[in-house]
């Protein structure tokens, strides 16, 4: 007796979509792209936000404790985060919230498997932002086993 897979999907390509998430405008139309195409296919989307706490230590007097870099950065994030979970629902779509710290491209990559659709925009914030974000998008792309859709 063979048994059909219970699956919502009509859609037989990918089981989730990730979305990187920056808080970035290009992020937020990667996202509703990301929405739209979880909704059509009935699959959750998992938001992913990466505090890059590695290149972060580069760039910033990271010692100096008058700033609570990473108690800022994770607040930033859960507020994205929060963010892209409002527009989900209002979609009807479900939006795990994935908070990780590391170097965002490794992050993104290892968290989209073969059967993942990631869906992510291709600038960054600007400044400091697109120095840590340009090649990011470029990255995941090349590296990642998962099919990536960049919305421009």
């Known amino acids: 007796m063979n048994k059909v897979r219970a699956k ?3 859609h037989e390509d990918f089981n989730r979509i990730i979305a990187p998430v920056d808080g970035s405008s290009y992020a937020t139309k990667a996202v509703k792209k990301a929405i739209s195409l979880a909704k059509l296919n009935g699959v959750e989307i998992v938001a ?3 505090i890059d706490t590695p ?3 580069q760039t910033i007097p990271y010692d100096d404790v008058s700033v609570p870099w990473e108690a800022i950065l994770t607040k930033q994030g859960k507020e994205v985060l929060n963010e892209v979970e409002k527009m ?3 979609a009807g779509v479900t939006v795990i919230k994935k908070l990780v710290e590391g170097i965002p491209e490794e992050v993104i990559i290892n968290e989209g498997k073969k059967d993942d659709l990631i869906v992510m925009g291709c600038k960054g914030l600007t400044g400091l932002d697109h120095i840590l974000m340009g ?6 792309s090349h590296h990642a086993s998962a099919p990536v859709v960049i919305v421009r």
Request: hydrophobic share 35%; net charge positive; proline share 0%.
């Open 135 to 140: 090649s990011v998008c470029e990255k995941v």
């Open 55 to 57: 290149r972060l230590t």
């Open 8 to 10: 919502k999907s009509h």
């Open 88 to 90: 989900g629902k209002a």
């Open 48 to 50: 992913l936000y990466v």
